[in-house]
């Protein structure tokens, strides 16, 4: 049978209304490699730099799992000011296509919201960037960095490895993100391949983390 551009094209357009992966990949771990780190507080002691550093994984790679789970079709989000901030703050809702239904067309959509203030460097973007980056823990994801351990960074210098800067107490240092990862509760990370995912290892919360804690 042959198939007209226009037919095949509603065909690729049906099969895109439809998720790739159930929603709970959306929480599996983000494997190291695709994690970056700040610093978080900082200090010298005798002289010598220390550094607890927290992890974040990007709003693109947050992106990109959204896409690889959902379909680029079935995912959107939107943006709105916070109501009564009392500083430059926004919203970010993440919607997601949860069912459609092909006799009628109609699609069910669900959407969580969470918001951020603007950063202090590049703040518009900055803030929409952070703000989209809370609503996706809502959805799952990044939550497994919830549950680290405090870790330092390394100040000892590395052969062939790209270093980060910050200054301390004044003075620029070079170091680099620690190289044992560890998380609390002696929970090991699952870098399981999406397809492989399964219910028995999720993503973890820790009940007693703050708000001041989240680590983007």
């Not at 002696?186 to 028995?200: G, H, I, M």
Request: glycine letters at 6%.
């Amino acid at each position: 049978m042959n198939h007209t551009k226009k037919q095949l094209m509603t065909e690729v357009a049906r099969e895109s209304l439809h998720l790739k992966q159930p929603l709970e990949s959306l929480g599996i771990d983000f494997p190291p490699s695709e994690w970056e780190w700040r610093v978080g507080h900082s200090g010298t002691t005798n002289g010598k730099p220390w550094a607890m550093v927290l992890a974040y994984v990007t709003a693109r790679a947050l992106q990109e799992r959204l896409d690889l789970v959902c379909g680029p079709a079935n995912w959107t989000c939107e943006y709105q000011a916070a109501p009564n901030a009392s500083h430059d703050a926004l919203l970010c809702s993440i919607g997601i296509r949860v069912a459609y239904d092909e006799m009628t067309r109609t699609s069910n959509w669900v959407y969580k919201v969470d918001g951020a203030s603007n950063s202090k460097v590049e703040p518009v973007k900055g803030g929409i960037s952070n703000s989209f980056k809370r609503a996706a823990v809502l959805w799952g994801m990044g939550r497994h960095l919830y549950n680290l351990a405090s870790h330092w960074a390394d100040f000892a210098p590395r052969k062939n490895e790209d270093f980060h800067q910050a200054f301390i107490e004044g003075t620029k240092y070079d170091w680099y993100p620690p190289r044992e990862i560890k998380y609390k509760n002696n929970r090991k990370l699952n870098s399981s391949p999406l397809l492989e995912y399964t219910k028995a290892n999720p993503a973890i919360l820790d009940e007693g983390i703050s708000d001041k804690d989240i680590p983007f």
